[in-house]
């Protein structure tokens, strides 16, 4: 099946440092890829969509100056945490859309787990 | 807008035991519905989903769910679980009309299975 990653897997960060996560489609091209938060025993909870070529699409309540997204390729989407805080400590989760694909072929990432000392 | 409910935060259950978890929804149109599983520090897994056509649909690892239109439920079930299916499992909709490509998953079921 379609692969997803995401790199780093694992981070642990000082407060008030950026920490950059990188989302790659290493099967297929990528037009759109989402961006997820997930708090401890709690749902997914999208943040933005990433558009490849255009601005990020964020949901409301989420600081696009805070969270970064720069989807540069067709392959590749970056979120970059910007003056990490203790409260940033989350995992977070990518998705990808096959180019011409809808929500119902939709790929998730393994995850990245941020943690702000 | 389009919603998710799942009404089990948790169930616990015997090996070889059956077992449901309980999803509905809330959408003014046409849906897809999904199923997630997620295991420990990992990210999500398709089991299953309803586009359209028979309203029973078969999954990997032996789950099913059937999507009930007039209930605006989407149960997931299996009917012998093993230690290995210990997760938490996800309820999506897609409301592709109203949200595009976006989805919105429920709160999460953990499964936790005894031996």
């Known amino acids: 099946g379609a692969v997803v990653s995401q790199h780093p897997s694992r981070v642990i960060c000082k407060s008030g440092t950026s920490v950059k996560i990188e989302c790659r489609s290493l099967?297929?091209?990528?037009?759109?890829m989402f961006w997820y938060r997930q708090f401890p025993k709690q749902s997914l909870m999208l943040m933005a969509t990433?558009?490849?070529?255009?601005?990020?699409?964020?949901e409301q309540g989420v600081e696009k100056d805070k969270f970064l997204i720069n989807h540069a390729s067709l392959t590749l989407s970056t979120l970059t945490v910007t003056s990490a805080h203790p409260e940033d400590s989350s995992f977070y989760i990518c998705?990808?859309?096959?180019?011409?694909?809808?929500?119902?072929?939709?790929?998730f990432g393994p995850g990245t787990r941020l943690t702000v000392l | 807008a389009q919603s998710v409910t799942q009404l089990d935060s948790q169930v616990p259950v015997f090996e070889e035991a059956p077992v449901e978890l309980r999803c509905n929804y809330s959408?003014?149109?046409?849906?897809?519905l999904f199923w997630y599983v997620q295991y420990p520090n990992q990210g999500l897994q398709l089991l299953l989903k309803?586009?359209?056509?028979?309203?029973l649909v078969k999954g990997i690892n032996g789950f099913e769910a059937e999507f009930n239109k007039s209930q605006t439920s989407f149960h997931l079930r299996k009917p012998s679980v093993h230690i290995s299916d210990t997760a938490e499992y996800f309820c999506?909709?897609?409301?592709?009309?109203?949200?595009?490509?976006?989805?919105?998953f429920g709160g999460g079921t953990r499964v936790l299975v005894k031996p």
């Open positions: 998705s990808v859309i096959p180019s011409g694909g809808l929500a119902d072929t939709q790929y």
């Open positions: 990433s558009n490849e070529g255009s601005k990020a699409t964020y």
């Open positions: 099967d297929f091209q990528a037009t759109t």
């Open positions: 999506a909709v897609n409301s592709w009309a109203a949200a595009g490509n976006k989805l919105t």
């Open positions: 309803y586009l359209s056509g028979s309203t």
């Open positions: 959408s003014s149109v046409s849906v897809y």
